[in-house]
């Protein structure tokens, strides 16, 4: 992947579809949320780190973190973390003369550098830790889902009248168009993924993930890491709630409903897979017998799902690959951000793209409906609300991003 630094804390980096800019605040969050195998981390002289506490934000001068907690090698401290997209720019930013910077003790870095260490205030060597081996996703798809979860809360007020505007032949090519994109991105996520880990812990990785979604991602992914399928078939009764205890300081907890605690979702997975072990396998086998339809040819949603009989589909994907184990919006979130590219990944896969396009939305926020509905894209008889013209507004808002800070790729040719 070849970057090029950009303004200072920037870098832009070419992606599937064309440049986009990954900033150093991006880092950050990785950072904070410890969105990276923990794991295999360790500094480029080869010390195992592990973080036992990231740190405090600092979003005023001076290191991103305060009074973090860590063990390097054995040896535990307690200090400041800088975090750079390389090692010069600790330089760079006038850091080795600033006695703001005296505590630090961990130099965390996004590209991988052949230096052994950083050198600090009066001459002290900081060890250094590069992150991008260590990443659960790329670089591309780390910027996507920062832009949808920033777009997530911004109001559609200013969007609203530009689409409008548009003529509905002409905006449903271009949702249709931002729908394809969308859903080759995923297909290419899941390639990496299945390539990086194996076919099981794929769609172990990301069954954990979305039923993390959408604050407890990075902890539901650590979990992953730690205690792989095999472990979970026989588990015992009060395995999730070991787990829970384990990574216990990991969960994020403010304002999540109920039926999103971390502890209810590993429960909800123990049961998954106590009914279904191999389900991995069970996907598989039912790839075959999915219908074989394209993105182009499923926007009369409707039409489509009562000519591939809707429930029929439904009851029978849920019961081979979930035991019914799983329900409500996250299941056709799980099956539209996960299996469905999984499966498409694969080789012999079938098209599957009209039938992601085609499925029910999974969780989204509601003024996308609601916006969807009043530009008569989605209606209640013929266009009933699909995943896939949901996925094609939001391509389209990442492409035009009302807050104009572009941290995901922008499509060639899309429109303003």
């Not at 889902?145 to 090519?173: F, N, Y």
């Not at 015992?236 to 502890?263: C, G, K, M, Y």
């Not at 951000?337 to 079938?350: F, N, T």
Request: glycine share 8%.
């Amino acid at each position: 992947m070849n970057q090029q630094e950009g303004e200072r804390g920037v870098a832009e980096i070419q992606g599937l579809y064309g440049p986009f800019s990954f900033p150093e605040k991006l880092l950050q969050q990785i950072w904070l949320r410890r969105d990276f195998d923990l794991t295999r981390a360790c500094t480029t002289d080869g010390r195992a780190v592990r973080v036992l506490h990231p740190g405090r934000w600092n979003r005023l001068g001076g290191p991103d973190f305060k009074q973090a907690r860590i063990e390097i090698g054995g040896d535990f401290f307690s200090g400041d973390i800088e975090l750079h997209l390389h090692e010069s720019d600790w330089v760079a930013h006038g850091h080795s003369d600033d006695p703001a910077y005296e505590h630090v003790v961990l130099h965390v870095i996004l590209f991988p550098t052949t230096e052994p260490a950083t050198i600090g205030c009066s001459g002290l060597r900081l060890p250094i830790l590069p992150l991008l081996p260590l990443l659960n996703h790329d670089l591309e798809e780390y910027a996507a889902d920062e832009a949808i979860e920033r777009l997530a809360d911004h109001p559609l007020a200013k969007v609203r009248g530009e689409l409008l505007q548009m003529q509905p032949a002409q905006l449903q090519a271009e949702l249709l168009r931002m729908a394809a994109m969308r859903w080759e991105q995923k297909v290419h996520y899941a390639k990496m993924r299945v390539a990086r880990l194996g076919w099981d812990a794929a769609c172990h990785h990301t069954a954990l993930e979305i039923l993390g979604y959408r604050f407890n991602r990075a902890s539901m992914l650590a979990v992953a890491t730690a205690h792989p399928l095999s472990e979970w078939g026989s588990a015992a009764v009060d395995f999730p709630a070991t787990i829970h205890a384990r990574f216990n300081e990991r969960w994020h907890r403010q304002s999540i409903r109920p039926a999103n605690h971390p502890l209810t979702r590993l429960h909800q997975y123990a049961r998954w897979v106590s009914y279904r072990p191999d389900w991995p396998q069970q996907l598989q086998r039912l790839s075959g017998k999915l219908p074989s339809l394209e993105i182009t040819h499923a926007f009369q949603t409707a039409a489509v799902r009562r000519a591939h009989r809707w429930p029929d589909l439904t009851k029978q994907l849920v019961y081979q690959v979930f035991g019914d184990a799983l329900g409500g919006t996250r299941l056709n979130t799980m099956i539209c951000d996960g299996l469905l590219p999984l499966l498409a990944s694969q080789p012999s896969a079938v098209a599957l793209s009209g039938l992601w396009f085609a499925w029910p939305p999974g969780d989204i926020p509601s003024k996308y409906g609601r916006l969807l509905r009043e530009l008569g894209i989605s209606d209640a008889r013929n266009r009933p609300l699909s995943h896939g013209i949901v996925q094609g507004l939001i391509g389209w808002l990442m492409a035009n991003d009302p807050a104009d800070q572009p941290t995901c790729p922008t499509p060639a040719g899309s429109g303003a």
